[in-house]
């Protein structure tokens, strides 16, 4: 009699997926595939699986087990068995291997004391080629003389190159000044956690690190608590902030930086009591920076209309439809800078966001935070990503002043 198989541990046995960002690619033979990338790149490796099996994935969900998604889908045990293995290998799946990836990324990072490098690296590949490719679009955008001194600023998150002059002009109105500290807030768009998410972690671009202010870090902690710094690795994913960093370097030098990811207020919460809630962070960062030496700049990012067939819309962009997204952007933008948050929020409820709208969180607890008194619009561009009317993203740049 043959002895018993030994029994699949069960993170193998009902396998559920992490997040990933499936991406369609072709081999050199032209065939079709599916690239399965982790936001928090806790493997190097990036595994690709034929399009038809893309389908499996959607069961990948910790409720069926390996048989059954083998009988679902009419395919061979083997190759399920031999994808979730694979998937496990990868971190791609939730179990011990991704939780031991997930630590061992995180004690690197404190051994640095910073996020690794990302987006940011675009700009050139040492201090010098970075420095003067943003001293070049600073020469070549006005810069917008506000007559006031920024408290907060509203910043793009999308690819430098098609946001020179809203980020160059926005950047301008802060160039040369005094300022002891960043507080940068971004939307935690490939993260896991639930709530409001910090850390005790600097952020670097090619132009060199920016430190952590760890002192203010731990003042918010004291108002809520250490789940606000406890799913930190959620940075990883996030390059909104990142985004910042060169900018910051170039027109203000060597501040400390706090970094923030806010909840989209529009989706459901994960847990019915997140760790952090936006409206308890917003009133401790206000008590921690009025206690706070020196001057403290709170920087949002985000971007604005997302529109065509690649965020879902049925046609090609058209004049007509970049008309109708800025008549949204612009009215909304309107609604912004009154600087009522629950307003705000509640203009982009009023059509579900039908722009798709990103860092809505990060807005609103911009507006929460500084309580302007005046808002100006640096600039406001339609950025195509490309010639087919496929996709375009708009961004704003903004200043707040108290």
Not at 58 to 73: C, K, M, P, S, V
Not at 270 to 280: F, G, H, Q, R, W
Not at 296 to 317: W, Y
Not at 359 to 373: D, E, H, K, R, T
């Amino acid at each position: 009699m043959d002895p018993s198989p030994t029994p699949l541990p069960p993170h193998l046995e009902r396998p559920h997926l992490r997040r990933v960002l499936p991406q369609p690619v072709n081999n050199e033979h032209g065939q079709q595939g599916l690239a399965l990338r982790d936001p928090l790149m806790l493997c190097r490796q990036t595994i690709v699986i034929p399009v038809e099996m893309a389908q499996a994935l959607q069961h990948f969900n910790g409720e069926w087990t390996q048989d059954n998604i083998a009988t679902n889908l009419k395919a061979p045990a083997e190759a399920v068995s031999t994808l979730v293995a694979k998937l496990d290998e990868l971190g791609l799946l939730w179990g011990p291997t991704s939780k031991d990836l997930e630590e061992a990324m995180l004690r690197s990072m404190h051994a640095e004391g910073m996020l690794p490098l990302r987006q940011s690296g675009m700009l050139g590949e040492t201090p010098k080629a970075c420095h003067d490719t943003l001293d070049t679009w600073l020469d070549a955008t006005e810069d917008p003389e506000l007559s006031f001194q920024p408290a907060g600023l509203f910043a793009p998150r999308i690819d430098y190159s098609g946001a020179v002059e809203v980020y160059a002009g926005l950047y301008h109105a802060i160039h040369d000044q005094h300022i002891t500290r960043v507080l940068l807030l971004g939307n935690n768009q490939f993260g896991i956690g639930d709530g409001v998410i910090g850390t005790r972690l600097g952020f670097q671009s090619p132009m060199g690190q920016l430190e952590c202010d760890t002192e203010f870090v731990d003042a918010l902690v004291g108002h809520l608590g250490e789940g606000f710094t406890s799913d930190e690795i959620d940075h990883v994913a996030s390059h909104c902030i990142e985004m910042q960093v060169p900018w910051i370097q170039q027109c203000i030098g060597r501040p400390k930086v706090v970094g923030v990811l806010l909840p989209n207020p529009l989706e459901p919460t994960i847990d019915d009591e997140p760790s952090v809630t936006t409206e308890a962070f917003i009133a401790a960062a206000r008590e921690v920076i009025a206690a706070s030496e020196g001057r403290t700049l709170v920087i949002g990012a985000g971007d604005l209309s997302h529109i065509g067939p690649q965020f879902g819309e049925p046609r090609a962009i058209d004049a007509q439809r970049q008309a109708e997204a800025d008549h949204t952007d612009r009215e909304l933008i309107a609604t912004f800078s009154k600087g009522d948050p629950e307003a705000f929020l509640s203009a982009i409820k009023w059509n579900a966001n039908a722009n798709r709208w990103s860092g809505i969180g990060a807005m609103m607890a911009l507006l929460g935070i500084v309580q302007p008194s005046t808002i100006e619009m640096i600039d406001y561009h339609q950025h195509p990503l490309d010639d087919q009317g496929h996709a375009m993203i708009a961004s704003v740049g903004l200043a707040l002043g108290t």
